[in-house]
């Protein structure tokens, strides 16, 4: 196996594990761990998944490939997802994804030529009594990984990705 682990995920992936009598019942929390060391779920991640935890590779394939949280490619430093679900729907969610679409010139799960973003179409980011919603993923920033955006409009999304796009700038 050439993937390893950085000392620090080692650590974190003994704390998960030793909270799990059974290690396959470890397999949501170690996949999130070894896309934030590798960035994405590859087919070598899922082997690598799977040998740690004694779970067979089709196993985690079935896993990784059935929750839409796992990137099974890599993907922009900020990871913007759309809601466009009924009540993001009816409130302009798909209007900002083909806003967004344009304006990043990408179409869904698509990567911007600089690497900075990638734009995807979701299902559900559960603000339904705040629709229409966004979720920013950015490895980045330890203190604050995932973020939410709601109440969003053309113009708010407009402002979010200057901010962001600031941000990659700044290097921070």
């Known amino acids: 196996m050439s993937l390893a682990f950085s000392e620090n995920a080692q650590r974190r992936f ?3 594990v030793g909270r799990y009598p059974n290690l396959q019942a470890a397999l949501l929390p170690v996949l999130h761990l070894a896309q934030a060391e590798f960035g994405h779920v590859s087919p070598e991640v899922m082997d690598f998944v ?3 935890l004694g779970v067979p590779p089709i196993k985690v394939q079935q896993v990784a490939t059935f929750y839409t949280m796992y990137n099974l490619a890599p993907v922009g430093r900020f990871h913007v997802q759309v809601c466009t679900n009924i009540a993001c729907y009816l409130t ?3 209007e900002i994804l083909c806003h967004l679409k344009q304006k990043l010139a990408v179409e869904n799960k698509g990567t911007t030529a600089d690497g ?4 995807e179409e979701v299902e559900c980011l559960a603000a339904c009594g705040t629709a229409p919603a966004i979720q920013v993923n950015d490895p980045h920033d330890p203190e604050w990984p995932i973020a939410y955006h709601e109440n ?3 113009a708010s999304a407009d402002a979010l990705i200057e901010r962001l796009r600031a941000k990659a ?3 921070g």
């Not at 900075?116 to 734009?119: E, G, I, K, S």
């Open 14 to 16: 003994d704390l998960i």
């Open 50 to 52: 799977g040998h740690l």
């Open 92 to 94: 302009g969610g798909k």
């Open 116 to 119: 900075v973003f990638t734009l």
């Open 152 to 154: 969003q409009t053309v």
């Open 169 to 171: 700038g700044s290097n």
